[in-house]
């Protein structure tokens, strides 16, 4: 199928205004310039190779995977700095990452013993050496251990041949975590164990980075594209909204209700205000329920509704997990297509 | 990579027990013959041709779809009794759906004029048939018209050579929605317009067949698996779920909190009762947040927590939404894999 403009798609298709993202990048990256840290993006919000290779162009260093999987996607596109800020554990997933640091410098994060232990068994095996950060729980409270078991844990990464220990990691990183993360480091450099980089996280931790000076380098992915979540905690604006799925009417039939071809297998079911997602050309309706296929839209407030067939824009709450929903993105500008990319790393749970 | 039992696969991996899921197939076919009506497997739940086949083999009558591109890969593997319960409105989808019914009996439903009329159009320039369902509006409120607008769009149907009107579908098919249907089927009569079908569906109407005497047949995917809403809605006991996510613990370090390795890229992100999922092994722990690679379970609740390492089963709250978000399914009998499946109709949202 060839598509030359917006208008030949078929719905729903996920469209990037490649202007927007072009922007978004250069922001974040002069943003961290600004600061002295480096940006290192989280490729989950795109999945795509060439993506991040525009971001590396503009001056990112190196990119953070969640899996394995999505990993060896990377390392096969040519990437050879990648961070995966994850606890992996089990044989086959630590006997892959020991394989991919032949070939790439690897970083994890760990938080436990047994992880470090299982890493370091398949790295000896392998005859690689594996880069490990220790992580702080925050207040999100989840993975990440104490600054005590930090010292603990960078001591033993420290007594391993196969591991090198590469600083701490937060996430979210935010003014909350800091009295934590300075009893680490002062733990730390009281053990004379140095520290090579202190990696900050989280669309949050964006505006949040000048109350982090510790912070030597920063993990993001949602600011490639923004989304609704971003705009609701003020990240970004509606007009930084990279993303947009283009969506049918298939149905009209009842006073105010507009059923659209995109539910939660386009546009997921995640909600902000008990919406499913903000559709550019009606800002006063609602999409206040979702099927797979089906998206519910509540037109009373506007002064108009779309007739059967009418293409509406829908700006969703969270872009990565509708990237991970779709096998292509569309990048246009304007009305014309300029790329195609296939989601190269969709769907990898491993 | 090969595997030859379940402790053979990384975390997460989705399995089908298939004696349940045999056991299923078998229980809903039964079910339907009792009632003297066709059973029509909705593949939403599996995508899975070769699943198809086998409900196909225990007497099921063609199957039902979502999408023009999901009956485009069971037609090429050699389907050719397809449903599509929705409206297929745009230019390329009515020709691909065109394409479609040169070689398949292909039924579509609709329930206004302009959905008749494109696909009309198109199966007009491709020389093919299309069979068309009128749909009633239900309790549900999402698609769907009243009966005296089905019997005007039922003589449209009938004033084109190249459609073919074929009943009348409703969803989902419950009591509730009983007096529209006669209303509806005696305006048919009256205009001597035979109906050869009338379609239920839902994993509801499974409960309801009986009191709906008017079907002629019954489309439900998930009754070949099962999920905790069915669970939930006392359509299945937790003894019929076929599909389990197979997870890792890979932090432990609060008291009664664990972080399993699938979040809502696995197990997705509807919820019951504020829980993402039923861990089998551990019936009292609640999985009460995720992000897309973490889960988060409260175990205060439970006499014991697992550590890291330790591999729990998830019975998903929603079935269908699972098996989009993964590339394999493992079907497994007892703890050996006999079957790997890839998901052809993932992520098909055209």
Redesign the interface.
Known sequence: MTFETIH?L????VLIDLDLMEANIAVMQSRCDALGIAFRPHI?THKIPDIARRQLEAGAKGIAC??VSEAEVFVDAGFDDIQIP??I??A??TRRLAALAKTAKVTVTV??Q??ID?IAAAAQAAGSTIHMMVEL?SLG?????TPE?ALALAQRIGASDYLRFAGVMVYPSDAAVRPRLLETLGLLEAAEIPVETVSGGGSGAVSAMDQLPELTEMRVGTCVFWDWNSVSAGYAGFDDCAMRVRA???????PG?V?L??G???I???TIDGQFGYIVEYPTARIYKV????G?VDFSACESMP???EIVHIIPVHT??VT????QLFGARGDNIEVIWDVSA??L??
């Not at 078929?10 to 298709?13: A, K, Q």
């Not at 409270?141 to 251990?145: C, E, K, M």
């Not at 991970?324 to 096998?327: D, R, S």
Request: proline share 3%; charged share 25%; net charge neutral.
């Open positions: 030949d078929e719905t729903p298709s989950k969640q899996k994850y606890n554990v089990g086959r997933k938080d436990s047994p992880v299982g729980v409270q989840r993975t990440g251990t078991d049918s009417v298939v149905s009209a039939n009842a209700r059923i071809d995109s939660s297998k386009s997921n079911s995640e099927n797979e296929e089906h519910y007739a059967v067939g990565c997990v991970n929903l779709h096998n969709r769907g749970v491993w």
